[in-house]
């Protein structure tokens, strides 16, 4: 571990109270935050005030929690949670834990959480029957920035009368996903969650010739097993932050979209592609499954599309991408512009609570995403 965590260091996380994270009483008659879900925001809190401090072969683990649930908690509403270290022995740090809804405390205790080498970990997982021949995902959690934003070097920014034009900027590697990529993403992300009344509408696009090529090979082939599964997780984890937020997201897919491209593409809540665009999920054919890319392709096209896809590992044009369902419009490359315009003034015109909630109750429940 690195130095500086304290006792009286502080974790806080913020979470929307959403489908997955509540329990139906009376046969339905209320609908609440359930006590898992705050247990699980409660431990994620303490997790995040340790995780700065840790080397990156390190992890912490959740040893032991005692939690009272105070004060029940509607759908729809945000809750917060802030874990505060009290003791520290070794590696292992305790913790008083609290949980807050917009009304007051809904919840408090104490948890225990132990420093682990992650290698070790995995090994003695794998020793117990290889059940870790792939990594979990754990549920992203977007903590909002509401400060300036951040400088990037892979991808650019523009606002202009409420929309963001976000733009994958890599054009020399068709915008393909790089770590340093994927971490500005998942930091832009955080800061649009802190800009909901700025920024109410994103648009995608890829810089150059293409809207986004997948992950960089080249890089990837640089990196171990372990290090690549935890790339892998974290790109994961980024795909589903994004469709957390609460402005909708509009792909504007300008050129070749193939692999890890797809999945940013269906991460967003419409796809308008040029008619010059080729998709395809090439990863089987370079020797992996495309993981977590399954699920968002099933939902999106239905699972017999999602197997020919991930199957064959062809290519489609964008009018049978269009055909099933993959993207929602095609037009000639010289209209792009000005349809996906058109669209982002459209969902400007939009009450901006009711937008912001519908996009909220769409993604409540999130496809399991597990990466190899």
Not at 137 to 149: A, F
Not at 230 to 256: C, D, H, T, Y
Request: proline share 5%; aromatic share 4%; with cysteine.
């Amino acid at each position: 571990m690195k130095d500086g965590l304290h006792i009286g260091s502080v974790g806080e996380l913020t979470r929307g109270v959403t489908g997955e994270r509540t329990i139906a009483l009376g046969g339905g008659r209320a609908t609440v935050f359930s006590t898992p879900a705050m247990i699980d925001l409660m431990e994620h809190a303490a997790r995040a005030c340790v995780a700065t401090y840790l080397d990156e072969s390190e992890e912490t683990v959740g040893v032991d929690v005692n939690v009272t649930h105070l004060a029940a908690t509607p759908m729809g509403a945000t809750v917060r949670a802030v874990a505060r270290v009290t003791g520290i022995n070794d590696r292992v740090i305790d913790f008083d834990i609290e949980a807050f809804d917009e009304s007051g405390q809904i919840g408090r205790g104490t948890h225990r959480r132990a420093v682990i080498n992650l290698d070790r970990f995995v090994q003695k997982l794998r020793q117990k029957g290889n059940v870790m021949s792939f990594m979990p995902v754990n549920d992203p959690q977007i903590t909002p920035d509401t400060g300036p934003m951040p400088t990037f070097s892979t991808i650019l920014t523009s606002i202009e009368s409420g929309v963001m034009t976000l733009t994958l900027n890599r054009p020399d590697r068709l915008n393909a996903i790089n770590p340093t990529m994927s971490g500005e993403l998942r930091a832009l992300v955080d800061w649009l969650a802190g800009h909901e009344e700025l920024v109410r509408v994103v648009v995608v696009t890829g810089a150059g010739k293409g809207f986004c090529a997948g992950d960089d090979l080249k890089r990837m082939l640089e990196h171990s097993i372990d290090e690549a599964q935890r790339w892998n997780v974290s790109e994961a984890e980024l795909f589903l932050a994004m469709q957390k937020l609460a402005q909708p997201l509009v792909a504007k897919i300008n050129g070749a979209c193939f692999g890890g491209g797809i999945v940013i593409a269906l991460s967003c809540d419409l796809r308008i592609a040029a008619s010059s665009v080729r998709f395809g999920m090439p990863e089987v054919n370079m020797g992996w499954p495309p993981s977590f890319a399954i699920p968002l392709l099933s939902s999106a096209v239905g699972k017999p599309h999602a197997i020919e896809l991930s199957l064959r590992g062809h290519t489609i044009d964008a009018r049978e991408a269009a055909r099933i369902g993959l993207v929602h419009r095609v037009v000639p490359s010289m209209m792009l512009d000005r349809t996906v315009s058109g669209i982002a003034r459209e969902l400007l015109s939009k009450p901006p609570l009711a937008l912001r909630q519908t996009r909220r109750l769409l993604h409540a429940t999130l496809p399991d995403i597990t990466p190899w």
